[in-house]
Structures are given as structure tokens and as C-alpha cells.
């Protein structure tokens, strides 16, 4: 297991995990501010790898009651990351942008109100990679490795980990989207502390979701799904109507996959973008792109 941070020094390491904090709060509450309660958050399902071993999950220190807000990514490595991009750009430039990306998607998070009661975490893959995204993401996040190779399994993995473990909700986002509007997340939140059931989900521009909140977990919105389809929108708002889920929509966003959609990132970073306006600073890809004016779409 890698060794906690050094700011670490009030962590605590539990031997079985807390799946239940009700006892704690009062049942007519919908926002929960964050307390000073210390678990560990398991990967779930013991995070069994294609190989069939079993690995040490990655423990992790959470302040239970907030938002949680997991970006769904890959630990960039060249030759691994944005494949479809690499043909364009170059391996070894594809998994320098996707690692800007995932840096720009975290400062989104950070940029949500702190006083609303969130944490970011990165969901991640592959095993063994722990090192590379706490080099990426900010020293608050937390870590949470997939469970398996079924994007499927892995939303709804994280999900149940994410709530089981005491937030009063929680958002996934892509971790291909450097010019996420930070307004998106907060009002994604907004939305969940409503009274009732909701599901919260964000279009993307190639028929997938960019944003998916949930505050209770559904499996349902994980199955039947055609998943790197354009069609996965679609049928989770579908999966949601068949169980009588409230769903609300918010903004189209788009991902950065290929080269189209690199150009529209440069196109939007230089105030040029129709389609999408007010997004998110996106300092580091800004910077990258900057310093390699060969990468062009």
C-alpha cells in the first residue's frame, strides 16, 4: 500500500469500512456540511484486476457529509492515453494533454464554493499508477482505483463507494473536458440537495454524458448501455424513466477525444467558439498549447 502524504498526519486507517453514518445526522436533513470523521474509502469489490489477484486498495482520507466529486480517468502514460488523438499529435503529446486535462478539470473543482461542502477524488486506472495522479491532481483530492474494465461497473462502483462512505452525494465527470465550467458542478450540487430523488446529467456534444450526479445509488442507469456509442444519453435518461428517476439536465459540454474536438478546445481558448462560451480558464492545456504551436488540428 503506498505510504499516506506527509499532511497526512491525522490519518486514520480502518480495518473494516463504515458503511452506514445515519445514526450521525438527522434524517430530515438535505445538506450535510462536512465533519471531521476519518474512514477510509475501499475500492470496491476489492478491486479485483483482469488478472484475478486482488490488490491493497488505495486508503484514502474523506470528510464525510460534502459532494463528492470523482473525475473518471486514466493515469496518463504515453502510448496508453488519447490513442485516437496520439495518431494526430503524437503519442508522447497525447498523454502531456491528457494529463493538462485532467489538471484543468481538477482546478474546475476546486473552483466550486468550498463553503457548499465538496471533495474532489480521482477515479482512476490502471493499478499502480497511485503516484502519477497524486503528482496531477491537487493535494485534497483522494483516490479511488476502477473496479474492473466495464465503464459500467466502474460508474456504478464508484457511486456506491462514494455514497456508502457518508456524502450526501456525488458527481462524476470525464476527465476530458480541460474547459469545464465550474457553474455546471455547482449547480449539479444545487440540484442533488433538493428534496428527493433526482439524477443530474450532463449532455455531451458526441452523445455521451460529460456529468452524471446521483445521490442514492441506481444500478439500472449502468445497464443496457452502449457504452463509447452515441446513443449512451440517450438510454441512460431512458433506464432513469423506467425506474421513475427525476432527471434533470444541464448545459451541453463537450469531451476532447480526436482531432475535431481539439480544434474546437483551441478554437475556444482563443474566444473563437460559437457553440461554447464561458467555460472554464483551463490554465495548464492553455499553457501546453501555447508552448507547442506544432500541435495543430
Not at 250 to 260: H, P, T
Request: a negative charge.
Amino acid at each position: 500500500m503506498p505510504a499516506p502524504s506527509a499532511d497526512r498526519s491525522d490519518y486514520v486507517q480502518w480495518r473494516h469500512f463504515v458503511t452506514s453514518l445515519e445514526k450521525l445526522f438527522c434524517t430530515d436533513v438535505t445538506f450535510l456540511p462536512p465533519v471531521r470523521i476519518r474512514q477510509r474509502l475501499p475500492t470496491v469489490e476489492e478491486n479485483a484486476t483482469n488478472d484475478g489477484q486482488r490488490h491493497d486498495e488505495v486508503c484514502l482520507v474523506m470528510e464525510t457529509g460534502g459532494a463528492a466529486i470523482g473525475i473518471v480517468c486514466k493515469a496518463p502514460q504515453p502510448g496508453r492515453s488519447k490513442t485516437r488523438l496520439a495518431h494526430a499529435v503524437g503519442a508522447a503529446a497525447a498523454s502531456e494533454l491528457s494529463a493538462c486535462f485532467l489538471r484543468d478539470v481538477a482546478a474546475a473543482i476546486e473552483a466550486v464554493p468550498e463553503m457548499l461542502g465538496r471533495r474532489g477524488y480521482g477515479v482512476y486506472a490502471p493499478v499502480g499508477t497511485e503516484d502519477i495522479m497524486r503528482q496531477l491532481l491537487p493535494p485534497g483530492f483522494g483516490l479511488l482505483l476502477q473496479a474492473g474494465d466495464d465503464l459500467g461497473h466502474v460508474l456504478i462502483g464508484a457511486t456506491r463507494a462514494f455514497l456508502s462512505a457518508g456524502h450526501d452525494c456525488m458527481l462524476l465527470v470525464n476527465g476530458d473536458s480541460p474547459t469545464l465550467p465550474p457553474r455546471l458542478l455547482t449547480q449539479a450540487i444545487a440540484i442533488l440537495r433538493r428534496p428527493g430523488d433526482h439524477m443530474v446529467l450532463g449532455p455531451a456534444s458526441d452523445g455521451g454524458y460529460y456529468l452524471i450526479g446521483l445521490k442514492r445509488p441506481h444500478p439500472q442507469l449502468f445497464e443496457r448501455i452502449a457504452w463509447g456509442t452515441d446513443s449512451v444519453g440517450r438510454a441512460t435518461c431512458e433506464r432513469a424513466h423506467e425506474i421513475g428517476l427525476a432527471t434533470t439536465m444541464l448545459a451541453e459540454w463537450y469531451d476532447v477525444d480526436d482531432v475535431e474536438t481539439l480544434r474546437w478546445l483551441q478554437e475556444e481558448l482563443l474566444g473563437h467558439s460559437t457553440r461554447f462560451r464561458g467555460g472554464g480558464f483551463a490554465a495548464a492545456s492553455r499553457a501546453f498549447l501555447k508552448a507547442a504551436p506544432q500541435i495543430s488540428a
